[in-house]
């Protein structure tokens, strides 16, 4: 079997609701998508989501050759990159390369990714993740009530810019985590809006109310000083990772025992990438927790991980043109037996949605805020839900 | 596809080594199979017992965190299941194992290294000419005797052999037991005064990372270790101090599965890996995906014995696995299947 071709679709859509975190409290809508469907010369195709561009760039690297080879191919990519580095645009490219091969090996092998990369199991534990400082109280009450009839018993609450809101909506989303567990895990993520000593004077406070599990990105990405800093003063652990993009770049963080749970999605080189990653902190005793990704198709990956934990569920509606396998149930990502991710495109709808595309607020990616990492710039009145009634 | 049983066969006299192999069966017919040694028999009997029936072999990552958990149970035991699990996975997709793991068709830089310490110098001759002339290694590994002079006409020996084929031999040597840090850091630096040499095992124990680390900083030539680690957490301290240069990983002890989460932490700290021989060298086919593979030991480059075959060729002094599905092993009695 050989690969042959690829398509790139470009699509914009419109999530079912607003997300934000304390970079962009007022929350975006619009998310631009991309699929990557592989060819091949047997009439199987293969395909990921999420970062299609660049792909020409790197496609000579693995045309004419067999998909099933793909930790091969991830390598022969890795070297294309030499020199540049498999950073940025390039290393999206890669990881949407690297993620289609695999889908087009679980498929060859007629099973569900999840067992091609030999998990024992197709559950996967779930946390709730709002993406929610651009919800009002009720709305945030609700997606995590909505949450836990699904058996979700932990959530993460975007924070960072208002203690005293912070505290309120911690509040909030652990009595509605309540009717879950006696007990609701509880995570905050300030998306690296603070210095570390801020984020340790905001932590300490936070924690003289509530029992968190772990503060992600509490400082910059690279900074381990600053990260292992935060994770001595602290008692919540220390995650971080979402936006690093290789193995290398977590070299300094691991080595120097900056960091207490490793965040790891598609964007760390694919799914290879992501399991290098996962298998160098697993050396390390560090747990690892998969980022949310759309239609959770993720899971695959987490579900075969040795130090995996659970997985973060967000669910803003961004599944308009796919079909999926898997569902929430108990508190678990349930994986199906569909081959290979269990995701198909509606090729129909996608078509709907190029020809004409949705409006609406805002657009991914948005830039850092104010103030981010030196004082911090409250919301204005009206810029988020909650501020309106003060 | 669910696992019935296990049936562990002992090679008896067919076979040098005190081996035994280890097949698994499934409901769907295939067996698979792995080459442990006969003190291994017993544990994996009770291991498989315990854990194992009813699973799917494709779900080996899992079942390998599984048998982790088991306390006690000898990892070689463990890394015999390991491997012959992978060879059922491989032959559901009715494709060789090298395959199954992701790699492309592996021509892994290969080195010789021997069993034993070669005493005689009719043996060194022999190996040699076996290793160098025949099969056309550009890499060896010797035994050190000691004896200095001896050691620097033994290794000269090597190297005019690897000469013959390459312009750019690699010379590895391994410590006798019990030499103290200081006479292994005599010893290796007076070697380098006339040899170029690529590494150094047995340095010290492999858990000895300071030890390790001092070598490494008053050598020229690299430290390798790590080949008696059987769990994830013993490589950390090495990796850590950066004590080791070259991470040395036996799929023996750690199986498949545990080599290629080591080997890819090794690539986090972008440090060589070499995999140390197994039998009938099936260690080749994880080569192709490891990131930093440096080379593999083939200790003995016919392809089995009178006990089995499988389909790993060396030429020319790279290590090639063949077509046949899973990891090619088939047991002589049988024949092909």
Known sequence: ????????????????????????????????????????????????????????????????????????????????????????????????????????????????????????????????????????????????????????????????????????????????LSVASRCPGLMIDPNEYWS????????????????????????????????????????????????????????????????????????HSGVTGCRQVAHMAHVHGVPVTMMNAQA???????????????????????????????????????????????????????????????????????PRREGAGRYIAPPAPGEVPWRQGE | MKLTGVTVISHGRASPAASCSVELHTDAGLTGIAITAQRNRSTVENLFKSLLPGQDPRTVTGLWEKMQQVRGARAEARAALDLALWDLKAKANQEPLWKTLGGARPRANAHAASASALPSDRALAQWTETMMRTHGFRGAQLQLTGDGKRDTWRLGLVREAMAAVTRSPALMVRMGANASTGEVLRRVRKLERTFDVTWVENA???????????????????????????????????????????????????????????????????????????PGNVHVHAAGVMPTLMSVEILEPAPGNAAFTTDVRIEQGWAMAGDLPGNGIVPARRGRR
């Open chain 1, 196 to 267: 570390p000593k801020q984020a340790v004077r905001y932590v300490r406070q936070i924690e003289q109310h509530f029992d968190l599990i772990w503060v992600e990105e509490p400082a910059r990405r690279w900074d381990y000083d600053g990260l292992r800093q935060v994770s001595r003063q602290v008692r919540a652990a220390v995650a971080t990772g979402e936006n690093l993009h290789n193995l290398s770049q977590f070299y300094p963080l691991l080595a120097n025992d900056a960091v207490d749970i490793i965040n790891v999605w598609t964007g």
């Open chain 2, 204 to 278: 010290a124990p492999d858990r000895e990372a300071s030890a390790l680390k001092r070598v490494s900083d008053g050598i020229y030539g690299a430290v390798c270790a790590g080949g008696r680690l059987e769990r994830l957490g013993d490589f950390l301290v090495c990796l850590r101090r950066r004590a080791v240069d070259v991470i040395q990983l036996d799929p023996g002890r750690l199986g498949i599965t545990g080599a290629l989460q080591v080997a890819d932490a090794a690539f986090g700290y972008e440090l060589p890996v070499t995999l140390c021989a197994l």
């Open chain 1, 1 to 176: 079997m050989k690969v042959t071709g690829y398509r790139v679709e470009n699509y914009l859509m419109k999530m079912d609701r607003l997300v934000g975190d304390a970079n962009l409290p007022s929350g975006v809508e619009m998310l631009p998508g991309s699929i990557l469907f592989l060819e091949t010369d047997e009439n199987i195709t293969g395909l990921s989501l999420g970062y299609g561009g660049g792909v020409e760039g790197l496609f000579p690297a693995i045309e004419g050759r067999d998909p099933r080879e793909v930790v091969a191919l991830w390598i022969r990519m890795n070297d294309f990159l030499h020199k540049s580095g498999n950073e940025g645009a390039a290393s999206m490219a890669l990881s949407s390369i690297d993620m289609a091969l695999w889908d087009l090996k679980a498929r060859i092998a007629g099973e569900p990714l999840w067992r091609t990369l030999g998990a024992r199991t197709n559950r996967v534990k779930a946390y709730a993740s709002g993406l929610d400082y651009c919800l009002s109280d009720e709305d945030l009450f609700n997606f995590y009530r909505r949450m836990a009839e699904r058996g979700i018993d932990s959530g993460k609450l975007k924070v960072g810019l208002d203690l005293k809101a912070d505290l309120r909506r911690l509040g909030l989303m652990r009595e509605a």
């Open chain 1, 296 to 366: 959770n198709y993720m899971a695959h990956v987490a579900a075969a991980l040795p130090n995996h934990t659970m997985m973060e569920v967000v669910d803003p509606g961004r599944e308009h043109c796919l079909k999926f396998d898997n569902h929430v149930e108990d508190g678990y990502i349930i994986l199906g037996e569909s081959p290979g991710f269990g995701v198909e495109v509606d090729e129909k709808k996608l078509k709907a949605l190029q020809q004409d595309p949705p409006t609406g607020r805002g657009k991914f990616p948005f």
